[in-house]
């Protein structure tokens, strides 16, 4: 039987005029040009990297009754925005490159769900947002959210206030993702390089 591998000196081996040096050789270098031409398309969705920008994010404004979930959302959101590197949050509006501006409008405490038998089953709260993201230098809406509901669903078997101030943490949690990965987002499209269209 004929064989294509075939043993060199030096422990190295050749599989028909290849050697196995030259083969790596070859898998790294294109592995190497896909990474490359194929950089323009991928990205991490919770990195930025582009410029540095700074965005005022003054504390949001809260129409309910609910006393406290403006300062709650402010920080959960700050915290989203500390895991960027190229982010910087400022206080002085004259210093920064954006505002991020929003308002709790309205928060429903709670609402039940009813099953055939008339017995209670979920406990459901609502939050009501609207926020914005503008260049401040150029007056550009980069994005506008008008009217968001947020919901969460717990058992009515833990109605308490524990339990709805654990179903109001998740929101807060999921809105405050969504606005960073959002902000993000538009950042990226802004800042797109000329060498990758969209």
Known sequence: MYSLKTTLPCGQFMYGSLSVKKIVVGIVLLASMVLLLGGCGYY???VYDGPTKTIYMPEWKNRTSKLGIDITLY??????????????????KDKAD?????????????????????VTTDVKIKLGVRYILKDLKSGKVLWEVPNELWTEDYPSITLSTAAENRALTTIIDDLSERIYLGTLNKLRKENMSPQCPP
């Open 44 to 46: 991490f969705p919770s």
């Open 75 to 92: 920080k959960t959101l700050s915290g989203w925005f500390q895991k960027s590197r190229s982010i910087v949050l400022t206080k002085d």
């Open 98 to 118: 954006l505002i991020l501006a929003g308002e709790i409008v309205s928060i429903d405490l709670p609402s039940l769900s009813w099953t055939g038998d008339t």
